[in-house]
């Protein structure tokens, strides 16, 4: 039908516009509402340029994560932070960010991923600006605690609104490119964050990422279609915490989401001692100051080779378990790898491995999730998930720190960690295949 026959408002042109099941809403509202949300979205957010926008939108949420990596401890350190206090201040958003990982889950089930990612979008933005009137170390922390929280609602939110689009053949591969939009904002934005410091001050960094969030909380707000309605017992629910506790704990039951949740952990634990430990391995080897930052670098750039090159398509043809287990394996030996190497292009080539390991976890776990969790617990589902990352990092930067301050003893104490959660996997799935073959043969 051409475009310039919409400009006549009959039903009939509509009709011919917009899919059948917007139609009964025609039926019921008028012409008027099929086209503030069918037009709207079918006609200029179809397909591959929704699933962009979605992909986009995760990367600014986690931009706003990223972005303030390089600056957040020496801003504390000239505030008059010491030590403990340099500590707590980069602690505190991730701890925070738990709680609000576990918030956002529950209120995506109950109102909508669209309408929690806005506002969290919208509160963050304004967080952001209170960094302008910090003054002093323990206000630094406060601050930080309300970012952590509000800054924990968006990527359960990306995450699920980016599950609930992709067709469940197509889940593997839809959950690999958006951790290729996390590994773009891992990329983008601690650079983002140095140049902005460097050119215009600390304050500039804060000033432009709300400017962003707010931004793109418009966009959400005008592009994102609605989730559709759940069933009329469910929607008419109001439930309180302490009535959705069965529902946690059902996620907590389930032995897919377990599987998850322990991936993500083990992904990001191992994450946590990577940071603390390779920059201390490279001074230690006398290796300029950069060599840490590009050792990351090129473990994110493999990571997100892997989301989008066609390879990406492993991700739906074969068990997320198997590739799980993989990319642990894989991320194991990377670990002891590093531990025992002191070679600068040794290293590097170890790191690259370390993101294919990387790149084979994050999709699988999250995969496990969408596959075998309701629609209407995805948004519990996927807070939990973004709350075990969180634990992951906390685990890994601040317990094996406090066990050791040798790098390479921390990297194989890493390993050692791993190898006990992927035992507790392969033995979890071993009872799970022995439950199924019991009930099959009853």
Not at 92 to 118: C, E, T
Not at 195 to 201: M, Q, S
Not at 376 to 399: H, I, P, Q, T
Not at 403 to 417: C, N
């Amino acid at each position: 039908m051409p475009l310039w026959n919409l400009m006549i408002l009959t039903p009939e042109n509509v009709r011919n516009s917009v899919k059948p099941a917007i139609m009964k809403e025609e039926d019921n509202k008028g012409v008027t509402a099929i086209l503030s949300n069918g037009i709207r979205h079918s006609l200029f957010f179809r397909g591959g340029t929704m699933r962009a926008l979605i992909y986009l939108i995760i990367l600014v949420s986690f931009l706003d994560t990223f972005v303030q990596l390089p600056i957040i401890g020496p801003y504390a350190k000239s505030l008059g932070a010491g030590s403990l206090g340099i500590g707590l201040t980069i602690g505190m958003y991730s701890l925070s960010n738990m709680a609000g990982n576990v918030f956002a889950g529950h209120w995506i089930d109950r109102f909508g991923a669209k309408v929690v990612l806005v506002t969290g979008m919208v509160i963050t933005a304004a967080v952001l600006l209170l960094y302008l009137t910090v003054h002093t170390p323990e206000q630094l922390i406060a601050v930080r605690f309300v970012h952590g929280l509000t800054g924990g609602l968006l990527t359960p939110c990306a995450f699920t609104i980016a599950a609930s689009r992709a067709s469940m053949n197509r889940q593997g591969r839809a959950m690999a490119l958006s951790g290729a939009s996390v590994g773009m904002a891992a990329i983008i934005g601690p650079a983002m964050g140095g140049i902005f410091k460097a050119k215009w001050g600390v304050d500039s960094v804060f000033i432009v990422t709300s400017i962003l969030l707010a931004l793109f909380s418009l966009v959400a707000w005008a592009a994102l279609p609605r989730q559709p309605k759940r069933d009329s017992s469910r929607s008419r629910e109001r439930l309180t915490w302490s009535e959705a506790i069965p529902e946690w704990t059902r996620l907590l039951r389930n032995p897919y989401a377990v599987t998850a949740y322990t991936g993500a952990f083990a992904l990001l634990f191992a994450m946590g001692v990577l940071t603390f430990a390779l920059p201390l391995k490279t001074d230690e080897l006398l290796m300029p100051a950069q060599t840490a930052g590009m050792l990351l670098s090129t473990f994110g750039l493999i990571a997100i080779l892997v989301f989008v090159l066609p390879s990406n398509r492993m991700f739906d043809r074969l068990p997320p378990f198997r590739l799980l287990l993989i990319g642990l394996a894989i991320v194991m030996v990377s670990l002891l790898g590093l531990s025992s190497l002191t070679n600068l292009s040794a290293l590097y080539v170890v790191m690259g491995i370390y993101g294919i390991g990387y790149a084979l976890i994050f999709p699988s776990a999250s995969a496990l999730l969408v596959r075998h969790v309701p629609k209407e617990d995805r948004g519990k589902a996927f807070g939990l998930f973004y709350a075990f990352f969180s634990l992951g990092v906390v685990a890994g930067s601040s317990a094996v720190g406090a066990l050791t301050s040798d790098p390479d003893t921390a990297l194989v104490i890493a390993a050692g960690g791993l190898v006990l959660l992927t035992l507790s996997l392969l033995l979890r799935n071993k009872r799970m295949a022995s439950n199924v073959v019991k009930d099959s043969d009853a």
